[in-house]
């Protein structure tokens, strides 16, 4: 397990997210766990042109339903246990291996994000967990569910699944407020992470293999590098890498 320590508030873990989640002290907490967590469709099977010709891949994990049901499901117990709220991307085809959701809301892509057994699939569902920020601060009552403009794609980055930086940027300002702390246990190549530094809140990031993790961190670091003028960023630190 490593730590990288990028600003203040903003750290980045190397390992499994189970063991990582398990190693913080009882009395750790986050605002707002944010995560996109694999979605069990055998997703290196179906891309094996493109590991063999890229070595991108996990090695460390299988994209399978019994993955989804051996880690991801323990870890959003974990992040539930840990944070005022949960916000989850699961995908269509194992929604319902995780636990029954507070509220569920969708991002609905028009134009359809790929192609299901009932032609394209346009809908991605949220599942809520937890407490709304904005209603238990009385700040008003916000959309569940966001359409996805055309022009917002995944960057290219060395990653076989990245999503798209305006899709998390929603996720992030819909499911935690300023200045608060974000989560994401299933990190990947880390835009979770630069949407969080964007918005003016601090991260925690954890994600299994090395080369996503490098990614991820160069990725926030780019991010506390080049703030928006008009958001206050997470605090400048010395950077800190360690074993634990």
Same mark, same amino acid.
């Given at each position: 397990?490593?730590?990288?320590?990028? *600003?203040?508030?903003?750290?980045?873990?190397?390992?499994?997210? !189970?063991?990582? @989640? *398990?190693?913080?002290?009882?009395?750790?907490?986050?605002?707002?766990?944010?995560?996109?967590?694999?979605?069990? &469709?055998?997703?290196?099977?179906?891309?094996?042109?493109? &590991?063999?010709?890229?070595?991108?891949?996990?090695?460390?994990?299988?994209?399978?339903?019994?993955?989804?049901?051996?880690?991801?499901?323990?870890?959003?117990? *974990?992040?539930?246990?840990?944070?005022?709220?949960?916000? @989850?991307?699961?995908?269509?085809?194992?929604?319902?291996?995780?636990?029954?959701?507070?509220?569920?809301?969708?991002?609905?892509?028009?134009?359809? *994000?790929?192609?299901?057994?009932?032609?394209?699939?346009?809908?991605?569902?949220?599942?809520?967990?937890?407490?709304?920020?904005?209603?238990?601060?009385? @700040?008003?009552?916000?959309?569940?569910?966001?359409?996805?403009?055309?022009?917002?794609?995944?960057?290219?980055?060395?990653?076989?699944?990245?999503?798209?930086?305006?899709?998390?940027?929603? !996720?992030?300002?819909?499911?935690?407020?300023?200045?608060?702390?974000?989560?994401?246990?299933?990190?990947?190549?880390?835009?979770?992470?630069?949407?969080?530094?964007? !918005?003016?809140?601090?991260?925690?990031?954890?994600?299994?293999?090395?080369?996503?993790?490098?990614?991820?961190?160069?990725?926030?670091?780019?991010?506390?590098?080049?703030?928006?003028?008009?958001?206050?960023?997470?605090?400048?630190?010395?950077?800190?890498?360690?074993?634990?």
């Amino acid at each position: 397990m490593r730590k990288e320590v990028l *600003a203040d508030g903003v750290e980045l873990f190397l390992g499994d997210c !189970l063991d990582v @989640l *398990a190693s913080f002290p009882h009395c750790f907490r986050v605002d707002a766990v944010i995560t996109d967590p694999p979605y069990g &469709v055998e997703l290196a099977a179906k891309q094996n042109k493109w &590991v063999k010709n890229t070595g991108d891949g996990y090695a460390s994990t299988d994209d399978t339903p019994q993955f989804i049901t051996d880690v991801c499901v323990p870890a959003i117990r *974990a992040s539930i246990a840990i944070a005022r709220n949960v916000v @989850l991307t699961p995908g269509t085809r194992n929604t319902f291996a995780y636990p029954a959701p507070d509220a569920i809301g969708t991002i609905f892509n028009p134009n359809g *994000a790929g192609s299901g057994k009932w032609g394209f699939e346009c809908n991605a569902p949220v599942l809520f967990y937890g407490k709304d920020p904005y209603l238990s601060k009385d @700040l008003g009552r916000r959309p569940n569910s966001w359409e996805q403009p055309a022009n917002d794609y995944s960057e290219k980055n060395g990653h076989p699944c990245p999503k798209p930086l305006g899709m998390m940027r929603w !996720l992030v300002a819909r499911g935690s407020l300023p200045g608060e702390t974000v989560c994401d246990p299933f990190m990947g190549s880390g835009t979770t992470g630069v949407a969080a530094i964007g !918005l003016g809140r601090k991260f925690v990031g954890i994600e299994i293999e090395p080369k996503y993790f490098d990614i991820a961190c160069k990725r926030v670091q780019a991010a506390l590098d080049a703030p928006d003028m008009f958001v206050e960023a997470p605090k400048k630190a010395k950077q800190e890498a360690f074993e634990l």
